[in-house]
């Protein structure tokens, strides 16, 4: 059976992070109790980093900088701030093919088709998760990704530098890697969240299930 498109919501302003986790536990329980939709919820944080079920002591190079919460999705530490654009992704997985090495590679595809929409050629690069692009410096990490699943149920999501403060990343060794990071605005692409929104709603159905069976994650 096809499952249908989830809401999509856009949180206005600010969102301070503990509410972020409070509002995805409550939202995916109900999703698996059959009382509430799936939900893709695009927000921006205030400044804060969170770490992920793997994340070293040794990579928070400045704890003192902004506010530290632990996460519950996987991965390291990772930045979130203003100019980022964070996608949480509640999704009944158990409806969508039950396959999370593919629901990974389809958030990963998604990204990248919707920045190539602003000429931006995104990459995965095999053995690290998230979506690179080439840069003077080499290889540089422009969106991370870090779920959860829960009775197949996933929350936590996906992050895209549109136009944060890039040394904000300092704090941190970023998702454990030495790569640098970039921003659709260091890369001269001035970009607003509304554009990367729409590209996203754009291509959401090519890439993440809606019956386990066609969709472009198959083999990645």
């Not at 919460?69 to 530490?77: E, L, V």
């Not at 701030?81 to 996608?87: D, K, L, N």
């Not at 090519?206 to 083999?219: E, V």
Request: net charge neutral.
């Amino acid at each position: 059976m096809t499952t249908a498109l989830p809401e999509w919501r856009v949180e206005p302003g600010l969102l301070p992070y503990p509410d972020a986790i409070g509002a995805m536990e409550a939202r995916a329980a109900a999703i698996r109790d059959a009382a509430a939709r799936e939900l893709v919820w695009l927000v921006e944080h205030s400044p804060v980093y969170t770490a992920g079920t793997s994340a070293n002591a040794a990579e928070l190079l400045d704890p003192d900088r902004f506010p530290v919460f632990a996460a519950g999705r996987g991965g390291r530490h990772t930045y979130h701030g203003p100019g980022q654009r964070v996608v949480y992704v509640m999704l009944d997985l158990g409806n969508r093919g039950r396959d999370l090495r593919a629901f990974v590679a389809g958030l990963e595809n998604w990204v990248i088709a919707a920045l190539a929409d602003f000429g931006i050629a995104g990459r995965i690069i095999c053995g690290k998760v998230g979506v690179w692009v080439d840069s003077p410096a080499g290889p540089a990490k422009i969106a991370a990704i870090g779920v959860r699943v829960r009775r197949w149920v996933s929350f936590h999501g996906l992050s895209i530098n549109v136009e944060p403060d890039l040394s904000h990343f300092s704090g941190i060794v970023p998702c454990g890697l030495s790569e640098p990071v970039t921003s659709l605005a260091a890369m001269g692409k001035t970009v607003t969240m509304a554009d990367i929104d729409a590209a996203l709603l754009r291509h959401f159905s090519r890439f993440i299930a809606t019956d386990g069976t066609d969709n472009d994650m198959k083999g990645a």
